[in-house]
């Protein structure tokens, strides 16, 4: 199956454009680019873990809130229920690579900041740890825990955030396979 892309306004006006049905795996690639964040948490021996993550969003203004939504199969969904606290840190392509390999491994059996030479630094307020090279930095607390299916949508209140407008985003790509700026 094709999927055509309509550069042409006219051929919305004659009809001659048609979207055919995708399945879900097409529909998330087509969407890209993706939000792309690293969720950093405490482990239970007090080292840092950081997890990829697309599905973010903001949440509200007053107060600040924003929400991740990560798979019941993962750590790092259990150690934000144990500690009622992350940071999401949007991370800028000075670590491209360090951070496209912290989705594609679990803090169960890799310390990913030092395996993947991740600089970290402390939070203002949250005890989870913020990453160095990032264009934004949020610290959250969570409020409540929403299950979707085979997800769990977290959402917390931001507590204090960081920037560096200098830091270039990374976005994701390609069904998640792949991260990189946009110009
Ligand atoms: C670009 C990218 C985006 C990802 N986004 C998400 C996401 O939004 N939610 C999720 O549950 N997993 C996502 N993943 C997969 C997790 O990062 C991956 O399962 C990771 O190993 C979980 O780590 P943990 O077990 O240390 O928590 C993503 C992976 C990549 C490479």
Not at 118 to 147: M, P
Request: charged share 20%; glycine share 8%.
């Amino acid at each position: 199956m094709t999927v055509s892309y309509c550069t042409d306004r006219s051929k919305f006006i004659t009809g001659e454009f048609e979207m055919n049905k995708i399945p879900h795996g097409q529909a998330q690639r087509l969407t890209a680019p993706c939000p792309f964040g690293l969720v950093s948490t405490v482990k239970d021996d007090g080292s840092t873990n950081l997890m990829a993550v697309s599905w973010w969003c903001f949440l509200s203004n007053h107060p600040p809130m924003l929400g991740v939504c990560l798979s019941k199969k993962g750590l790092s969904g259990s150690l934000i229920e144990k500690n009622g606290e992350f940071t999401l840190n949007i991370p800028g392509e000075s670590i491209k690579e360090a951070a496209l390999n912290c989705g594609r491994c679990s803090g169960r059996t890799v310390n990913k900041p030092v395996e993947f030479g991740i600089e970290l630094e402390d939070a203002e307020i949250v005890k989870a740890k913020l990453v160095s090279a990032s264009r934004v930095a949020f610290e959250c607390k969570l409020v409540s825990i929403n299950e979707a299916a085979d997800h769990v949508m977290y959402m917390a209140e931001i507590v204090a955030e960081h920037g560096d407008p200098e830091v270039n985003q990374l976005f994701a790509f390609d069904g998640y396979s792949r991260v990189d700026t946009v110009k």
